[in-house]
């Protein structure tokens, strides 16, 4: 069984690591609509501080879950990602949108050559005006299917081509700086990390361009 996994959290700045009365308030509330917290662990950490005050709620208990931090090195607050284990779920299925190939040649073909030498005969001739629009409109569609074929649309393997791998190995590598100045309290590190930062989004702007 495939987890189904969620990545939407909520925020309403209420610490849910101290016992005080608006977080009473608050999971009243919830409670009332059947909702639980599912987050036990800070989602904000900075330098000495820290809190929890992104949860993710869930209306009801008896699911098999699990939820774990991601730390995306753009921000003090984690995010959360919950999955859910014995839920089942379609994948999603989005449909193509298909195209035409249409161009001064396939127009020309239409209405020069096939719609203009196509004999009608055979549908004009029939008396049942249900019998004569469908034979005309067979005829139609055969011929325009033919002069302005549907085109699948290609599917990109890579949709993201200036994300190299030296890219993702720099991404990686600054989510793990980030984990350390946010609990360094040394200005020449922070210094060293907002520096690797603008460069490393100086190269992505760049390789971007040159992808384009």
């Known amino acids: 069984m495939v ?9 309403f700045n209420i610490n849910h690591l101290e016992d005080n009365s608006r977080k009473q308030l608050l999971e009243s509330l919830l409670a009332s609509f059947n909702l639980s917290s599912t987050v036990k662990f800070p989602t904000r950490i900075c ?4 809190a929890l005050i992104d949860n993710i709620y869930i209306n009801t208990n008896s699911l098999n879950f699990s939820v774990h931090p991601v730390t995306n090195g753009l921000s ?25 190939k ?3 040649n396939s127009i020309c073909k239409f209405t020069d050559l096939l719609l203009s030498y196509k004999n009608w005969d055979d549908v004009f001739l029939e008396n049942n005006v249900n019998i004569l629009f469908n034979n005309f409109l067979n005829s139609y569609l055969r ?7 549907t085109i699948k649309p290609h599917v990109s393997q890579k949709p993201k081509p200036w994300l ?33 930062c603008k460069i490393l989004s100086s190269v992505i702007i760049a390789v971007k361009k040159k992808a384009l």
């Open 102 to 104: 249409i161009n001064r």
């Open 47 to 50: 330098n000495n501080s820290s």
């Open 164 to 196: 190299t791998t030296g890219i993702r190995t720099s991404c990686a590598n600054k989510r793990k700086l980030y984990v350390s100045y946010r609990n360094s309290n040394d200005p020449t590190f922070k210094d060293y990390y907002k520096k690797y």
């Open 3 to 11: 987890p189904y996994t969620l990545s939407k959290n909520s925020d």
């Open 143 to 149: 011929i325009f299917n033919a002069c302005f074929p």
């Open 76 to 100: 003090d607050h984690d995010a959360q990602v919950i999955n859910l284990f014995n839920i089942l779920s379609a994948a999603p299925s989005y449909p193509l949108s298909f195209s035409r």
